[in-house]
């Protein structure tokens, strides 16, 4: 495996000394960049629920009874993690398993980072009725299974630390990436736990808690930076009392925080940014206190039900500032020495392969590569294979272009199947935008010679919008890319109604049935094959355009030099119908079709009424068209030569000349 690590493991040269009454020493520890985090942040042991006496202990010690011992190599860790005297551990360098191990321990054991770039590469840690267990300033990354996105494969339990029935548990300025499954997977009435200041990066499920019909597990999470992930934000199942403080939760796929079952959440003063459904209550039991939390370009949920519990009634702590979280979390969480990550990328190109030949294995994970508010051009070469994930480029890392190595996109495929109308776990449907396999929405986004698709299947499971693709930025171009999908393959959109994006698709092959190519934003479809699926009809196989534009905009939807393609029956096939969303009244849905192709499956009439809308609603017209379904009636409106000018890729994207064919 050649992962390339590129989110900088732990940098530090931490010199920690020797131990005495506490699992690491509390004067400033000095790096190689000559960075020394704050006092405060970097303490001589664990605050909120694993600092409290229980089960036979007066808190959480670790190792600080034992031994001082070093640990290079796995032999060793495994080895010291599994003695049964206590021990402080300090490991050093990396430390790479072959084939992965989860590695079990033994009460009463500190695990600490020392020297630049510690970190535990393809393994994890197992600790299985133990207590008193500390893990401080080192990195645990990568045993993702290449293709495993979901994490559903039987061998697949990589997790990167799983706690069964253990307490007095403190994991401190760490961090955890790519893993096979969950990063912290906290089960079956573990307690007295805190996990403070850490960094969980680029990995579908983050940190799940639960796995017990008991409400048992306290614990404190707080100063956690959880980013480019998808689930398990944390999910919190039937906890006793979960205290979730000044965590920073960004670019999040799925859902945020959620209690399930008789989970007792407090949860205060968090920061969410980029994060669908950010708080969630599952059930009826579910009681979260949901205050002082920032919620900023975020959509779905934000539960607030019950009164949970009164952290003060345990513990004293105090908070910082919402505002200030993103700032104080992503500088300081972290190994120490790391800057929480934030120092500048400068590596311009990585791979992606599912072989282990690239720096990553998934699409997801390379994108997590990319500096927030990058502003230099970065590629992201995808070798061949089949890619099951689904894929965001969020609105914070622009100017990235996305490739197939081979230049066919039907070497790379990037895949996923989920519809519309599915049925969320916690409750409502996935909706246009939680369907979608790729969401653009990052400005100067370039995507070139690879295939995204929605393989939902409708023949199988009935007829719901499923979106292969869906943008929502300026300035977005797709080259010899396809989109494969059935209704509503292709969503071109805007960040709101007053918005206007543009997109760009170049010699592109898209397909499907029922409105594939809609929204309100600006699309120019220049060169491009559009293919009407047969759907077995003798009338009707579908609507190939659904524009909302704006009635401010005067540029929907362009299809020009283009190839309209289908099995179907001839004059099967819409050209299109005006979609007013929500009955926007200022929508004035707009799109031409011009100097292409039409086979003989378009319609005689053209143009198709619409949820009680007249087609002659909206702003339709064709020119120079040639081809068999090129119709000259009153159903097919005609621009001017005089108009016609007016109408082109150039006009319709203004001042931005895509590159194209570089």
């Known amino acids: 495996m050649r992962l390339r690590h590129l989110l900088g493991a732990a940098t530090a040269v931490v010199i920690l000394g020797s131990l005495t009454a506490v699992p690491a020493r509390a004067e400033p520890i000095h790096t190689d960049t000559g960075w020394s985090a704050p006092a405060a942040l970097w303490k001589q042991g664990p605050d909120g629920f694993a600092s409290l006496p229980g089960n036979g202990l007066e ?110 548990v403190w994991v401190d300025h760490m961090k955890f ?102 708080v969630v209550a599952k059930d009826p039991a579910t009681e979260i206190v949901n205050r002082g939390n920032i919620f900023d370009s975020t959509r779905g949920r934000k539960d607030n039900v019950g009164s949970a519990f009164d952290p003060t009634q345990f513990y004293a702590y105090s908070k910082d500032n919402a505002a200030t979280v993103p700032g104080l979390v992503s500088s300081s969480a972290g190994p120490r020495g790391s800057h929480g990550n934030t120092a500048p990328n400068t590596t311009a190109e ?31 070469t995808i070798k061949p294979g089949f890619y099951r994930e689904a894929v965001n480029i969020w609105a914070d890392r622009p100017n990235v272009t996305l490739r197939g190595a081979t230049g066919n996109p039907a070497d790379v495929v990037i895949s996923y199947d989920t519809p519309a109308n599915g049925a969320k776990f916690f409750g409502g449907t996935w909706g246009a935008a939680g369907s979608a396999t790729l969401n653009v929405l990052a400005e100067q986004t370039t995507i070139r010679n690879l295939t995204v698709e929605n393989a939902y299947d409708e023949a199988a499971n009935g007829g719901s919008q499923a979106l292969a693709v869906r943008t929502v930025a300026d300035k977005v171009l797709f080259e010899n890319t396809r989109f494969l999908g059935n209704q509503d393959t292709y969503l071109a959109d805007t960040t709101g109604r007053d918005a206007t994006a543009r997109t760009f698709l170049k010699n592109c092959y898209i397909e499907g049935d029922v409105d594939f190519l809609y929204g309100r934003g600006t699309a120019v479809f220049d060169g491009c094959t559009i293919h009407s699926l047969d759907r077995g009809s003798d009338t009707n196989n579908g609507y190939i355009v659904a524009p909302s534009t704006k009635n401010s905009n005067p540029y929907g939807l362009l299809i020009v030099n283009s190839n309209l393609t289908s099995d179907a029956a001839p004059g099967t096939v819409s050209l299109g119908r005006p979609w007013f969303a929500s009955s926007d009244p200022d929508a004035h849905p707009m799109a031409v079709i011009r100097d292409s192709n039409l086979g003989s499956h378009i319609a005689v009439q053209g143009w198709s009424d619409m949820s009680g809308h007249a087609w002659t609603e909206g702003r339709f017209a064709e020119y120079n068209n040639t081809g068999p379904g090129a119709h000259i009636n009153e159903f097919h409106p005609q621009l001017t030569p005089q108009e016609a000018p007016k109408f082109t890729k150039e006009t319709f994207l203004g001042d931005w000349t895509p590159a194209a064919g570089a």
């Open 59 to 168: 808190g959480t010690t670790g190792g600080q009874a034992g031994r001082h011992v070093s640990a290079s190599s796995l032999e060793d860790l495994k080895a010291y993690a599994a003695a049964e005297e206590p021990l402080v551990i300090f490991l050093k360098g990396t430390i790479t398993a072959q084939d992965y191990v989860k590695i079990p321990v033994t009460s009463n054991k500190s695990f600490i980072g020392t020297g630049a770039g510690v970190e535990l590469v393809n393994a994890g840690f197992k600790l299985i009725n133990v207590s008193n267990v500390i893990f401080r300033n080192f990195t645990v990354r990568d045993s993702y299974i290449p293709g495993d996105w979901d994490g559903k494969r039987p061998d697949n339990d990589r997790d990167g630390i799983q706690l069964d029935t253990s307490h007095h």
């Open 177 to 278: 990436e790519r893993m096979g499954d969950g990063m912290i997977d906290t089960r079956k009435d573990s307690d007295y736990l805190t996990y403070s200041w850490n960094v969980f990066a680029d990995n579908n499920k983050a940190l799940g808690v639960g796995w017990t019909a008991n409400a048992i597990t306290r614990m404190t999470i707080h100063h956690n930076w959880i980013r480019n992930t998808t689930q398990r934000n944390f999910s919190l199942d039937n906890t006793a009392a979960a205290h979730v403080y000044n965590n920073y939760l960004q670019d999040i796929g799925q859902y945020g925080m959620m209690g399930r079952n008789a989970a007792k959440v407090v949860l205060e003063d968090n920061y969410f940014t980029a994060v669908a459904d950010p």
């Open 350 to 380: 990585v791979t992606v392969a599912l072989d282990g030949t690239g720096d990553f294995a998934s699409v997801q994970a390379a994108l997590g590569s990319i500096p927030v508010g990058n502003t230099k051009p970065r590629t992201i």
